[in-house]
């Protein structure tokens, strides 16, 4: 099956492509992701059999193979929900739910496990958090604090994270202080552009895309809260969460 | 780790390689297990060997799709309610909810799964 069976013909009435029609767009990037994913799929089950026969050689190569075709697999779902963003499809339905704020932070720090082992990270987290019930999307919520929360860890490599959750009046408030590469001035003001990336980050890490603030403001935002940053270059960022409170 | 003895699952996947993949870690867990590379051989089997306990399929199959397929089987008294799990590579909102009102007992979207958790969710429903 070839891009073009999915794609179809597309285009104006003469047949020509529009690359500015949105639905035309949507359905390339879908076809897109549709061929991406599916061989890349492929290579992670693979590998994921190769490393659990206890024969394997290799293992660290196999390994560290492993985790880019996760990378790339990741970078693919932020691409599809940029696209999602532009065409406002996914955005006008919210799946709204009550939500322990609480278990969500619980929830993405166990899956980032890997990451602050892997960054040797010191984290700060005060566990006995009091219960705060946002009404929210749950999958998506989780998504971009995830984003945040991989952006610390990611670029404060040995160094300390700490999390602190409390009430600000009837919003529930998460603050992510680390102290590792911060954010040049400059940079700073177009962090949550698409694509961006500050020169920091792009010398520290050269796979990630600059895709996750703008999602992760992004639906902060329809969820009628905040997203504060503040960075210092060489010495650290904060970052500052607010949800309404159910 | 799941045990399939004695069921029988049908892997409808046109990638000749997750299909490889995917069949082999359900024979380890002791299925049975029937592969078709698209839709029409799909329908075709089902129809003659009516007593899977599930199928596997994907949407993006070549001569007839996912979704076809589900309606084909809905359509047959005789296959209608065999439990089906989507596998999919996209999840759009639309292609979810259609899955879901065609009977779908689950959604699974494969490039973010490991083969384990497909495992596990294979198990959630076949009990």
Same mark, same amino acid.
Request: proline share 0%; charged share 45%; no cysteine.
């Given at each position: 099956m070839n891009l073009f069976s999915i794609f179809g013909q597309g285009g104006n009435s003469h047949g020509a492509r529009n690359s500015d029609s949105s639905p035309f767009k949507e359905t390339y990037i879908l076809a897109l992701v549709h061929k991406l994913r599916t061989p890349l799929s492929g290579a992670r089950w693979g590998l994921d059999m190769a490393l659990k026969n206890k024969e394997c050689k290799d293992r660290d190569v196999l390994n560290e193979s492993y985790n880019k075709i996760i990378e790339a697999l990741n970078t693919i779902g932020e691409i599809l929900k940029a696209a999602e963003m532009d065409s406002n499809e996914r955005f006008t339905n919210l799946r709204k739910e009550k939500i322990n704020f609480c278990v969500i932070i619980d929830g993405i720090l166990k899956d980032l496990d890997y990451l602050v082992k892997e960054k040797n990270i010191n984290l700060q987290y005060d566990r006995e958090c009091d219960p705060q019930t946002i009404f929210g999307d749950k999958k998506l919520l989780y998504l971009s604090l995830t984003n945040i929360f991989d952006n610390a860890f990611r670029y404060s490599p040995n160094g300390t994270v700490t999390v602190i959750m409390s009430e600000e009046g009837n919003m529930a408030k998460l603050v992510l202080q680390d !102290? @590792? #590469? @911060? #954010?040049? =001035?400059?940079? &700073? =003001?177009?962090? +949550?552009? /698409? +694509?961006?990336?500050? /020169? !920091?980050? /792009?010398? &520290?890490?050269?796979t990630q895309n600059g895709l996750g603030l703008f999602a992760t403001r992004k639906i902060i935002e329809m969820h009628k809260g905040s997203i504060k940053i503040e960075s210092e270059f060489n010495k650290g960022t904060k970052v500052e969460v607010k949800l309404p409170i159910d | 780790m799941a045990n399939f003895a004695g069921k029988k699952i049908l892997l409808v996947e046109d990638d000749n390689f997750l299909s490889e993949l995917l069949s082999k870690k359900l024979i380890d867990s002791q299925a049975t297990v029937t592969r078709a590379a698209n839709g029409e051989e799909a329908i075709s089997i089902v129809k003659s060997n009516p007593k899977f306990d599930l199928i596997l399929l994907d949407l993006m199959l070549p001569k007839i799709g996912g979704f076809e397929v589900m309606e084909a089987i809905n359509a047959d008294e005789k296959i209608k309610g065999t439990p089906i799990i989507i596998l999919s590579n996209l999840g759009q909102k639309n292609d979810v909810e259609k899955g879901v009102s065609l009977g779908a007992k689950k959604f699974l979207v494969k490039a973010i799964l490991s083969l384990d958790e497909i495992v596990d969710a294979a198990a959630e429903i076949i009990k």
């Open positions: !102290n @590792g #590469i @911060g #954010i040049e =001035k400059d940079d &700073l =003001k177009h962090m +949550f552009e /698409k +694509f961006y990336r500050g /020169k !920091n980050a /792009k010398e &520290l890490d050269q | -």
